[in-house]
């Protein structure tokens, strides 16, 4: 069979009937069935974040042992950060907070009896709750939902989840951070105070200030012994000074410089401290929220007119389809 113009208009014409009313039929069928009491409609709901770039407070506001840290705490974060942040979402910590919270196995009404009601459980959240990064670097939270207000209150819920679990990771981490930082100074402090109790004994015992000391006695030294005998007493006294500068002095020497040193690393080391400190007690917010999520007033799910539509479209092109192949077996038959 030749397919013309001619020939299709003259198809539909000897064929209107069932190309007409099927589809209207079906149409009809879908609209009868598309309605709620077969098809439960969805509202959703949305919240958009944007990541932050800012991890350690104290990097970004207090002043570095080098000068002052780089981070802006303003700047919204990168194609990195917004992955982070994907991965945060689809969190099972995040999950298993969500679904206890809003007690989802009832609310989707899982039989808790239901053979494999946890993988039914996690299939409906994943079909109802979508996250998704847009080309603005944000992150979007989706909620569908039978209730507007619950699909709304969810995805205000695990918005601050975000915060809450970002919040503990990291807050985790400058624990772990602070303790370490600690040890070490006051490690450093109580061998400081060691070194300072070091050298208080060797001050009583007469070196306070070697190199001062030892000059000044050298030149009282050589003064009196070119007084001679008048100045016997004064000479054994000068000798024991030094005899004391000799046999103190270097350790005196090594234990101040060493001292000094050490004075150096705690003001680093103290800083490092009062950081950390400031990271575990402190922490920003993980995201920019742009807007909170509200009850939707319409449904999104079904699309009822597209729907429809779709039904009508598909029974027509299969009205045509079984049309064409019963005229062409008629045609085969025909020519028997």
């Given at each position: 069979?030749?397919?013309?113009?001619?020939?299709?208009?003259?198809?539909?014409?000897?064929?209107?009937k069932?190309?007409?009313?099927?589809?209207f039929?079906?149409?009809?069928?879908?609209?009868?069935?598309?309605?709620?009491?077969?098809?439960?409609?969805?509202?959703?709901?949305?919240?958009?974040?944007?990541?932050?770039?800012?991890?350690?407070?104290?990097?970004?506001i207090?002043?570095?042992?080098?000068?002052?840290?780089?981070?802006?705490?303003?700047?919204?974060?990168?194609?990195?950060?917004?992955?982070?942040l994907?991965?945060?979402?689809n969190?099972?910590?995040?999950?298993d907070?969500?679904?206890?919270?809003?007690?989802?196995?009832?609310?989707?009404?899982?039989?808790?009896?239901?053979?494999?009601?946890?993988?039914?459980?996690?299939?409906e959240?994943?079909?109802?709750?979508?996250?998704?990064r847009?080309?603005?670097?944000?992150?979007?939270?989706n909620?569908?939902?039978?209730?507007?207000?619950?699909?709304?209150?969810?995805a205000?819920?695990?918005?601050?989840?975000?915060?809450?679990?970002?919040?503990?990771?990291?807050?985790?981490?400058?624990?772990?951070?602070?303790?370490i930082?600690?040890?070490?100074y006051?490690?450093?402090?109580?061998?400081?105070?060691t070194?300072?109790?070091?050298?208080?004994?060797?001050?009583?015992?007469?070196?306070h200030?070697?190199?001062?000391?030892?000059?000044?006695?050298?030149e009282?030294?050589?003064i009196?012994?070119?007084?001679?005998?008048?100045?016997?007493?004064?000479?054994?006294?000068?000798?024991?000074r030094l005899?004391?500068?000799?046999?103190?002095?270097?350790?005196?020497?090594?234990?101040?410089?060493?001292?000094?040193?050490?004075?150096?690393?705690?003001?680093?080391?103290?800083?490092?401290?009062?950081?950390?400190k400031?990271?575990?007690?402190?922490?920003?917010?993980?995201?920019?929220?742009v807007?909170?999520?509200?009850?939707?007033?319409?449904?999104?799910?079904?699309?009822?007119?597209i729907?429809?539509?779709?039904?009508?479209?598909?029974?027509?092109?299969?009205?045509?389809?079984?049309?064409?192949?019963?005229?062409?077996?008629?045609?085969?038959?025909?020519?028997?």
């Amino acid at each position: 069979m030749e397919y013309t113009s001619a020939n299709l208009i003259a198809f539909i014409y000897k064929n209107w009937k069932p190309l007409a009313i099927i589809p209207f039929l079906a149409m009809v069928v879908a609209v009868a069935f598309s309605g709620p009491r077969f098809i439960k409609p969805l509202f959703e709901s949305q919240v958009i974040l944007f990541p932050s770039t800012t991890n350690s407070v104290s990097k970004a506001i207090l002043p570095q042992t080098n000068g002052y840290g780089d981070e802006d705490i303003l700047e919204f974060g990168d194609e990195q950060q917004a992955e982070q942040l994907l991965q945060i979402l689809n969190s099972g910590e995040i999950r298993d907070s969500t679904i206890a919270k809003f007690d989802l196995m009832n609310h989707y009404e899982i039989d808790e009896d239901t053979k494999y009601k946890r993988t039914k459980l996690f299939k409906e959240y994943a079909g109802k709750i979508e996250f998704k990064r847009t080309q603005f670097m944000s992150v979007e939270i989706n909620v569908k939902d039978t209730d507007p207000q619950v699909a709304a209150d969810i995805a205000n819920y695990i918005a601050y989840l975000v915060d809450k679990v970002k919040r503990r990771v990291q807050q985790d981490r400058a624990k772990m951070g602070l303790e370490i930082v600690k040890n070490e100074y006051l490690g450093l402090k109580s061998e400081i105070q060691t070194m300072e109790d070091q050298i208080t004994e060797l001050r009583y015992k007469g070196v306070h200030d070697y190199e001062s000391q030892s000059a000044v006695f050298n030149e009282q030294y050589a003064i009196a012994l070119a007084q001679g005998g008048s100045s016997r007493g004064q000479i054994k006294e000068l000798e024991r000074r030094l005899d004391t500068l000799a046999k103190y002095g270097g350790r005196y020497v090594a234990l101040r410089d060493e001292l000094q040193l050490l004075k150096e690393e705690e003001v680093k080391l103290k800083t490092k401290f009062d950081q950390a400190k400031v990271d575990v007690n402190q922490m920003l917010p993980a995201t920019f929220k742009v807007d909170e999520a509200f009850a939707a007033e319409r449904k999104s799910y079904p699309k009822r007119s597209i729907l429809i539509l779709a039904v009508g479209f598909v029974t027509f092109l299969f009205v045509v389809f079984v049309l064409l192949v019963r005229g062409t077996l008629a045609e085969l038959k025909a020519k028997q």
